[in-house]
Protein backbone atom coordinates (compact mmCIF):
# COMPACT_ATOMS: atom_id res chain seq x y z
CA UNK A 1 0.00 0.00 0.00
CA UNK A 2 0.75 3.40 -1.22
CA UNK A 3 0.17 6.94 0.34
CA UNK A 4 -0.99 9.79 -2.39
CA UNK A 5 2.71 11.28 -1.73
CA UNK A 6 4.93 7.77 -2.08
CA UNK A 7 2.46 7.59 -5.09
CA UNK A 8 3.97 11.14 -6.39
CA UNK A 9 7.41 10.82 -5.84
CA UNK A 10 7.75 7.28 -7.43
CA UNK A 11 6.25 8.62 -10.32
CA UNK A 12 8.93 11.93 -10.50
CA UNK A 13 11.77 9.85 -9.96
CA UNK A 14 10.64 7.20 -12.87
CA UNK A 15 10.29 10.36 -15.05
CA UNK A 16 13.26 11.76 -14.56
CA UNK A 17 15.33 9.18 -14.85
CA UNK A 18 13.52 8.46 -18.48
CA UNK A 19 14.23 12.05 -19.36
CA UNK A 20 17.73 12.00 -18.63
CA UNK A 21 18.64 8.87 -16.78
CA UNK A 22 19.85 11.03 -13.41
CA UNK A 23 17.26 10.85 -10.75
CA UNK A 24 16.09 14.08 -9.20
CA UNK A 25 17.64 16.34 -6.28
CA UNK A 26 16.48 15.89 -2.87
CA UNK A 27 15.19 19.82 -3.36
CA UNK A 28 13.66 19.25 -6.71
CA UNK A 29 11.73 16.25 -4.99
CA UNK A 30 10.35 18.89 -2.37
CA UNK A 31 9.51 21.37 -4.53
CA UNK A 32 7.53 18.89 -7.06
CA UNK A 33 5.39 17.20 -4.13
CA UNK A 34 5.06 21.05 -2.05
CA UNK A 35 6.86 19.48 0.39
CA UNK A 36 7.97 21.92 3.64
CA UNK A 37 11.46 20.33 4.05
CA UNK A 38 13.77 17.55 2.66
CA UNK A 39 13.31 15.52 5.57
CA UNK A 40 9.60 14.76 4.59
CA UNK A 41 11.43 13.41 1.21
CA UNK A 42 13.76 11.63 3.38
CA UNK A 43 10.69 9.68 4.82
CA UNK A 44 8.94 9.26 1.96
CA UNK A 45 12.24 7.49 0.32
CA UNK A 46 12.85 5.67 2.79
CA UNK A 47 9.51 4.26 3.07
CA UNK A 48 9.85 3.28 -0.57
CA UNK A 49 13.17 1.11 -0.13
CA UNK A 50 11.56 -0.64 2.75
CA UNK A 51 8.83 -1.79 0.19
CA UNK A 52 10.99 -2.56 -2.67
CA UNK A 53 9.98 -0.05 -4.81
CA UNK A 54 12.98 1.95 -5.31
CA UNK A 55 16.80 1.48 -3.72
CA UNK A 56 19.92 3.56 -3.33
CA UNK A 57 22.63 2.74 -5.76
CA UNK A 58 25.79 3.27 -3.16
CA UNK A 59 28.70 5.69 -3.38
CA UNK A 60 27.08 7.37 -6.78
CA UNK A 61 25.35 10.96 -6.06
CA UNK A 62 21.42 11.37 -6.85
CA UNK A 63 21.80 7.90 -7.57
CA UNK A 64 17.91 6.08 -7.51
CA UNK A 65 16.72 3.08 -9.27
CA UNK A 66 13.09 2.46 -10.03
CA UNK A 67 12.44 -1.71 -8.58
CA UNK A 68 9.12 -1.45 -9.32
CA UNK A 69 6.08 0.66 -9.89
CA UNK A 70 2.29 1.05 -8.79
CA UNK A 71 0.18 -0.72 -11.58
CA UNK A 72 -1.36 2.03 -13.16
CA UNK A 73 -5.08 2.48 -12.10
CA UNK A 74 -8.29 3.69 -13.87
CA UNK A 75 -8.56 7.48 -13.24
CA UNK A 76 -11.86 8.10 -11.09
CA UNK A 77 -14.07 10.87 -10.88
CA UNK A 78 -12.32 13.93 -9.48
CA UNK A 79 -14.81 13.90 -6.74
CA UNK A 80 -13.73 10.61 -5.54
CA UNK A 81 -9.77 11.01 -5.77
CA UNK A 82 -8.36 10.74 -2.00
CA UNK A 83 -7.11 12.80 -0.57
CA UNK A 84 -3.05 13.80 0.05
CA UNK A 85 -1.35 10.75 2.15
CA UNK A 86 -4.73 8.41 1.96
CA UNK A 87 -3.91 4.88 1.16
CA UNK A 88 -3.91 3.66 -1.79
CA UNK A 89 -3.11 0.30 -3.43
CA UNK A 90 -0.05 -0.90 -4.71
CA UNK A 91 -1.30 -4.47 -5.28
CA UNK A 92 0.14 -6.20 -8.84
CA UNK A 93 3.49 -3.84 -9.01
CA UNK A 94 4.98 -4.59 -12.01
CA UNK A 95 8.22 -5.30 -12.65
CA UNK A 96 9.99 -1.92 -14.59
CA UNK A 97 13.49 -3.14 -16.15
CA UNK A 98 15.92 -0.49 -16.14
CA UNK A 99 19.15 -0.31 -16.38
CA UNK A 100 21.21 1.16 -13.03
CA UNK A 101 22.06 5.29 -13.31
CA UNK A 102 25.86 4.06 -13.09
CA UNK A 103 27.11 4.72 -16.98
CA UNK A 104 29.97 5.88 -17.52
CA UNK A 105 31.43 8.51 -19.70
CA UNK A 106 34.80 9.34 -21.09
CA UNK A 107 35.40 13.19 -20.79
CA UNK A 108 38.37 14.79 -22.87
CA UNK A 109 40.95 15.30 -19.98
CA UNK A 110 42.86 18.54 -21.15
CA UNK A 111 46.08 18.81 -18.43
CA UNK A 112 45.89 20.46 -15.76
CA UNK A 113 44.95 23.84 -14.26
CA UNK A 114 46.19 26.18 -11.87
CA UNK A 115 44.21 26.36 -8.38
CA UNK A 116 47.35 29.25 -7.37
CA UNK A 117 48.84 31.47 -10.16
CA UNK A 118 47.58 30.82 -13.52
CA UNK A 119 49.15 27.87 -15.74
CA UNK A 120 48.66 26.73 -19.48
CA UNK A 121 45.66 24.35 -19.42
CA UNK A 122 47.22 22.24 -22.18
CA UNK A 123 45.12 20.25 -24.47
CA UNK A 124 45.44 16.72 -24.31
CA UNK A 125 44.33 13.50 -26.01
CA UNK A 126 43.24 11.82 -22.67
CA UNK A 127 40.57 11.37 -21.40
CA UNK A 128 38.73 10.59 -17.68
CA UNK A 129 36.25 8.07 -16.72
CA UNK A 130 33.46 9.58 -15.06
CA UNK A 131 29.85 8.12 -13.44
CA UNK A 132 27.21 9.79 -15.74
CA UNK A 133 25.47 10.27 -12.48
CA UNK A 134 27.71 12.80 -11.51
CA UNK A 135 27.09 15.10 -14.26
CA UNK A 136 23.69 16.99 -15.38
CA UNK A 137 22.91 18.00 -18.82
CA UNK A 138 25.86 20.20 -21.48
CA UNK A 139 29.07 18.99 -22.73
CA UNK A 140 31.73 18.67 -20.02
CA UNK A 141 35.34 18.24 -19.96
CA UNK A 142 37.96 17.59 -17.26
CA UNK A 143 41.15 19.14 -15.61
CA UNK A 144 43.79 18.17 -13.15
CA UNK A 145 43.69 20.59 -10.29
CA UNK A 146 47.38 21.85 -9.71
CA UNK A 147 47.91 24.19 -6.20
CA UNK A 148 46.09 24.85 -3.07
CA UNK A 149 44.61 27.97 -3.52
CA UNK A 150 40.78 26.39 -3.90
CA UNK A 151 41.26 24.06 -0.63
CA UNK A 152 38.55 26.24 1.48
CA UNK A 153 36.18 25.54 -1.25
CA UNK A 154 37.15 21.86 -0.71
CA UNK A 155 39.65 21.20 -4.22
CA UNK A 156 43.02 20.19 -3.50
CA UNK A 157 45.59 19.35 -5.55
CA UNK A 158 45.74 16.45 -7.95
CA UNK A 159 41.77 16.66 -7.94
CA UNK A 160 39.78 16.09 -10.89
CA UNK A 161 37.80 19.31 -11.94
CA UNK A 162 34.49 18.35 -13.65
CA UNK A 163 33.45 21.65 -16.22
CA UNK A 164 30.20 22.09 -17.98
CA UNK A 165 31.34 24.05 -20.75
CA UNK A 166 29.71 27.57 -20.82
CA UNK A 167 31.23 31.20 -21.39
CA UNK A 168 28.76 32.60 -19.33
CA UNK A 169 28.87 32.43 -15.29
CA UNK A 170 27.28 34.47 -12.19
CA UNK A 171 28.98 35.73 -9.60
CA UNK A 172 30.47 33.66 -6.61
CA UNK A 173 30.45 30.70 -8.88
CA UNK A 174 33.63 28.92 -9.22
CA UNK A 175 34.54 29.19 -13.33
CA UNK A 176 37.81 28.26 -15.59
CA UNK A 177 38.63 31.62 -16.51
CA UNK A 178 41.02 32.06 -19.49
CA UNK A 179 43.77 35.26 -18.78
CA UNK A 180 44.95 37.08 -21.74
CA UNK A 181 43.99 34.55 -23.77
CA UNK A 182 47.06 32.82 -22.64
CA UNK A 183 47.05 30.77 -18.55
CA UNK A 184 43.92 29.41 -17.22
CA UNK A 185 42.93 28.82 -13.42
CA UNK A 186 40.22 27.83 -11.43
CA UNK A 187 38.60 30.58 -9.25
CA UNK A 188 35.59 32.70 -7.93
CA UNK A 189 34.32 34.80 -10.25
CA UNK A 190 33.31 38.43 -9.37
CA UNK A 191 32.63 41.34 -11.11
CA UNK A 192 32.60 45.16 -9.93
CA UNK A 193 33.52 48.20 -11.77
CA UNK A 194 33.77 47.11 -14.81
CA UNK A 195 36.54 44.82 -13.79
CA UNK A 196 36.89 41.35 -13.05
CA UNK A 197 38.72 39.83 -9.98
CA UNK A 198 39.04 35.70 -9.53
CA UNK A 199 38.98 35.09 -6.16
CA UNK A 200 41.07 32.10 -4.29
CA UNK A 201 39.58 30.17 -1.47
CA UNK A 202 42.95 30.39 0.29
CA UNK A 203 43.79 32.87 2.56
CA UNK A 204 47.25 32.66 1.89
CA UNK A 205 46.72 34.13 -1.95
CA UNK A 206 45.75 37.17 -3.17
CA UNK A 207 42.33 37.89 -5.39
CA UNK A 208 43.32 38.39 -9.10
CA UNK A 209 41.73 42.10 -10.24
CA UNK A 210 41.64 42.11 -14.14
CA UNK A 211 39.84 44.64 -16.91
CA UNK A 212 36.58 42.34 -17.91
CA UNK A 213 38.56 42.28 -21.56
CA UNK A 214 41.14 40.09 -20.16
CA UNK A 215 38.85 37.33 -18.84
CA UNK A 216 37.03 34.63 -20.55
CA UNK A 217 34.71 32.42 -18.90
CA UNK A 218 35.23 28.92 -20.56
CA UNK A 219 33.32 26.64 -17.83
CA UNK A 220 32.02 25.81 -14.74
CA UNK A 221 32.97 23.66 -12.12
CA UNK A 222 30.29 20.99 -11.96
CA UNK A 223 31.91 18.11 -9.75
CA UNK A 224 35.05 16.96 -8.40
CA UNK A 225 36.73 13.82 -8.22
CA UNK A 226 39.44 12.35 -6.04
CA UNK A 227 41.55 9.74 -6.05
CA UNK A 228 42.80 8.17 -2.45
CA UNK A 229 46.71 6.40 -2.76
Known sequence: MLTRKQHELIRFIQLRLEENGISPSFEEMKE???LKSKSGVHRLISALEERGFIRRLPNRARALEVIRTPEDAVPAARSQMPANDTVIPALAAKTVPREPANDVIELPLHGRIAAGAPIEAIEGQSSLPVPAALLGPGDHYALEVS???MIEAGIFDGDFALIRRTDTARDGEIVVALVDNEEATLKYLRRADGRITLDPA???YEPQV??????????????LLRRYH
Open 147 to 149: GDS
Open 202 to 204: NAA
Open 210 to 223: YRADQVQVQGKLAG
Open 32 to 34: ALD
